[in-house]
């Protein structure tokens, strides 16, 4: 039998985690798009565009991950 264990998340860790796969999904969007807009055809979005764009999103990600707070902790302490 396969014991499952309950876990439990903090409002705001599940906050974070929304906003973060809203993000990378609108920073994939939008570089795909800018890559399709100089191939040809133009304007066609290709799975190679979402692997690039992918990408360059991840490093975004990791940026907003990283500041994620930090103007809240910022803000406290001052």
């Not at 609108?26 to 807009?37: D, H, N, R, S």
């Not at 040809?40 to 692997?51: K, Q």
């Amino acid at each position: 039998m396969v014991q499952t264990q309950s876990c439990r998340i903090q409002a705001e860790a599940a906050g974070a985690l929304a906003e973060w796969k809203a993000f990378f999904a609108e920073q994939v969007a939008m570089q795909a798009k800018e890559l399709a807009k100089n191939s040809n055809p133009a304007g066609l979005i290709t799975l190679d565009h979402y692997r690039q764009a992918a990408t360059l999103a991840v490093q975004a990600l990791a940026i907003a991950v990283h500041d994620t707070g930090s103007s809240d902790e910022h803000q406290e302490a001052a």
